[in-house]
Nanobody
């Protein structure tokens, strides 16, 4: 099982970057996938997540600026980041949970929130995004 991220880098405020996350080696077809980010001294923050029904959830501070999408045949998740701000600077991580236990997870997620599946997921190595003003 592997998640391979690409596309990080540097951008000026107001600019754009696109991240990609290619998943391989997973057994099951149904998946939760998502993007998270972390800065030094802060906890991990959910950015965007997509569930097995292709329902997308975004963090409030990226709504209207970031767009996540998934290419199911390619098992690839994308994050289009527009109108970047310096506060978007972080290490961005892709996470995925390929599972045949979707119905078991639904009650957990309804209680704990749309990011809860990530506690059981696999993680990529991270890609740095740096936004300068």
């Amino acid at each position: 099982e592997q998640l391979l991220e690409s596309g990080g880098g540097s951008a000026l405020a107001g600019g754009s970057l696109t991240l990609s996350c290619a998943a391989s080696g997973f057994k099951h077809k149904s998946s939760y996938m998502g993007w998270f980010r972390q800065t030094p001294g802060k906890g991990r923050e959910g950015v965007a997540t997509i569930d097995p029904d292709d329902i997308m959830t975004y963090a409030d501070n990226v709504k209207g600026r970031f767009t996540a999408s998934r290419d199911n045949p390619k098992n690839t998740l994308y994050l289009q980041m527009n109108n970047l701000k310096p506060e978007d600077t972080a290490m961005y991580y892709c996470a995925a949970l390929f599972t045949d236990q979707v119905d078991t997870l639904r009650p957990l997620i309804s209680v704990r929130g749309p990011w809860a599946w990530s506690d059981f997921g696999s993680w990529g190595q991270g890609t740095q995004v740096t936004v300068s003003s």
